[in-house]
């Protein structure tokens, strides 16, 4: 499970040092999310495979990376935390769930090509850790539609992905108040007035979304405050 693309920020190329799942949790640091991470791959793969941690074991070093502040273990938790909640809508829940884990794998805030290189990444190690080519290819696909978060209709794995993925902009507005300050650090290169104006485009673009939320869980529960928390920012921005 390599990524060369990132190599000079990434954890090591060779993934497969490492120690066995162990019964009853494992409790070392990450030790819930490699055992969520173990039972996805093996519902997903349905049979003998290698070893499942060392590909957690790598995916945790990666979301670890020093240059994160919002995208860190602590998003990956929360998105898996969201797909349980919609879980009901999609067609294949476990395989959004790997999708999940793989979105934000490659994460530069300097560079445009993030979620490309993450599905590449999905795409040479699913295999090499069991997964069939079918399963690997709709992984793929989902992590390649975070990219404009516009799922076609129809589309329930990617309704859920993407819905759980932006369900931070429906959070109280403490919690909004600290993604908006996290997204903020990890574009700390980005000059304050270069910031104001390209975050405000982002903003605007949301808000003249239809919808920014496709599950029926996500129109009725996230909708109303995500748009408040959305304008709330756009007017402090212009302040």
């Given at each position: 499970?390599?990524?060369?693309?990132?190599?000079?920020?990434?954890?090591?190329?060779?993934p497969r040092p490492g120690g066995d799942p162990r019964p009853g949790g494992d409790p070392?640091?990450?030790?819930?999310?490699?055992?969520?991470?173990?039972?996805?791959?093996?519902?997903?793969?349905?049979?003998?495979?290698?070893?499942?941690?060392?590909?957690?074991?790598?995916?945790?070093?990666?979301?670890?990376?020093?240059?994160?502040?919002?995208?860190?273990?602590?998003h990956l938790t929360q998105v898996l935390d969201r797909v349980d909640t919609l879980a009901?809508?999609?067609?294949?829940?476990?395989?959004?769930?790997?999708?999940?884990?793989?979105?934000?794998?490659?994460?530069?805030?300097?560079?445009?090509?993030?979620?490309?290189?993450?599905?590449?990444?999905?795409?040479?190690?699913?295999?090499?850790?069991?997964?069939?080519?079918?399963?690997?290819?709709?992984?793929?696909?989902?992590?390649?539609?975070?990219?404009?978060?516009?799922?076609?209709?129809?589309?329930?794995?990617?309704?859920?992905?993407?819905?759980?993925?932006?369900?931070?902009?429906?959070?109280?507005?403490?919690?909004?108040?600290?993604?908006?300050?996290?997204?903020?650090?990890?574009?700390?290169?980005?000059?304050?007035?270069?910031?104001?104006?390209?975050?405000?485009?982002?903003?605007?673009?949301?808000?003249?979304?239809?919808?920014?939320?496709?599950?029926?869980?996500?129109?009725?529960?996230?909708?109303?405050?995500?748009?408040?928390?959305?304008?709330?920012?756009?007017?402090?921005?212009?302040?």
């Open positions: 499970m390599s990524d060369s693309a990132t190599s000079e920020t990434g954890p090591s190329d060779d070392r640091p990450g030790g819930a999310l490699r055992d969520r991470w173990s039972e996805t791959l093996l519902a997903v793969r349905g049979g003998a495979g290698p070893d499942p941690t060392p590909y957690a074991d790598n995916l945790l070093d990666r979301w670890a990376e020093p240059q994160r502040r919002y995208h860190t273990t602590a009901g809508h999609a067609s294949d829940p476990e395989l959004v769930r790997l999708a999940v884990w793989f979105h934000d794998a490659v994460y530069r805030p300097d560079r445009s090509e993030n979620e490309e290189r993450s599905a590449a990444l999905a795409e040479r190690a699913l295999p090499e850790a069991g997964v069939s080519g079918a399963a690997t290819a709709e992984v793929a696909r989902l992590v390649r539609l975070t990219v404009t978060h516009d799922p076609a209709d129809g589309d329930t794995n990617g309704e859920v992905l993407c819905d759980a993925d932006l369900a931070i902009l429906a959070s109280a507005p403490k919690e909004y108040a600290a993604y908006a300050a996290q997204v903020r650090e990890e574009y700390g290169f980005v000059p304050d007035d270069a910031f104001r104006e390209g975050r405000s485009a982002v903003l605007r673009q949301l808000l003249e979304l239809p919808r920014l939320f496709r599950t029926p869980h996500g129109v009725r529960e996230w909708e109303p405050r995500a748009r408040q928390n959305l304008t709330t920012e756009l007017e402090l921005l212009s302040r």
